[in-house]
């Protein structure tokens, strides 16, 4: 695998298994973007085959973003090397923007030939991410894996009409249609422990709930010391629930490790163990 992925992080990295559930959870401070970055990079860039016949372990990849635009992944691909739009122009990679679009108006929102949403209701959402994989199911049977940035955006911008039980039946929906999917949503204290308001109540539900169907879970947080030069945050990797559920090869490879990791102001991230 490319030097560009940290040596520790090549297993959990690597192509999920079938109908697996990743959840990366971040807080304020300790962004998840570089790690969603990595699973992209991971996803798509492979070494080369020898003859010029799909291979059975070839992905393609929908990333659905609801905080960041096309033209962030884009830059920021760029710097590991990763071409998104050559990716998009071989259907094996195709972005789902559900920032730009959701509170403009239809006629300004969305090219004809854009996947964006348009409206936050979690029916549209369903569609058009459905319409975003079948575009790539419809080139050859590649395993698709679904890549969803920030969902829980969803409960801050739907006026008390989408709750945690809502994009619990969407998610379940989504995941019958790719291969594997891969979430990445806040879990900062005040909204997983507060549980005063309906969207505190709502987001710890969310969290806990998709916890509990997670393979595994890669948390990223703030050192508890403080800020440090050359530390950024500490990175946990925690075996969830369903885990047991699935074969011993799988259990060895996502070893639970709290690891640290800094991330450079080109873009670099170097990931390593306590004390190194």
Known sequence: ???????????????PPEASLIL????????????????LHSTLIRP?????????????????????????????????GLDLEKFASKKRFAFVD?????????????RSEENTLCSPEFAAVSREIQRAIQGLKDTDE???VLVIDQLDLLLAVGGGQIGAVNLGEMLMGLREEAHSTILSISADYP???????????????????????????????????????????????TVGDSIEQVSQGIQRRT????????????GGVKVFERGQ
Request: hydrophobic share 45%; aromatic share 8%; glycine share 6%.
């Open 1 to 15: 695998m490319s030097s560009r992925i940290p040596p520790l992080l090549e297993p959990y990295l690597a192509l």
């Open 191 to 237: 909204l997983v422990s507060a549980n005063q308001t309906p969207l505190e109540k709502d987001h710890a539900a969310l969290v806990l709930n998709i916890s509990h169907e997670a393979d595994f879970i890669m948390s990223l947080r703030l050192l508890d010391t403080g800020t440090a030069k050359d530390v950024s945050g500490v990175l946990r990797v």
């Open 142 to 144: 590649s395993n698709i």
């Open 24 to 39: 990366l959870t971040s807080v304020l401070g300790a962004s998840s973007n570089w790690l969603v970055l990595r699973f």
């Open 98 to 110: 559900g920032l730009t679009g959701l509170f403009l108006p239809k006629i300004s929102a969305v």
């Open 48 to 80: 080369e085959p020898l003859s010029e016949s799909p291979r059975e372990d070839d992905a393609k990849l929908v990333l659905v973003s609801f905080m960041r635009d096309f033209a962030f992944w884009k830059e920021n691909g760029r710097r590991l």
């Open 255 to 266: 070893e639970e490790k709290e690891l640290l990791y800094f991330v450079g102001g080109d």
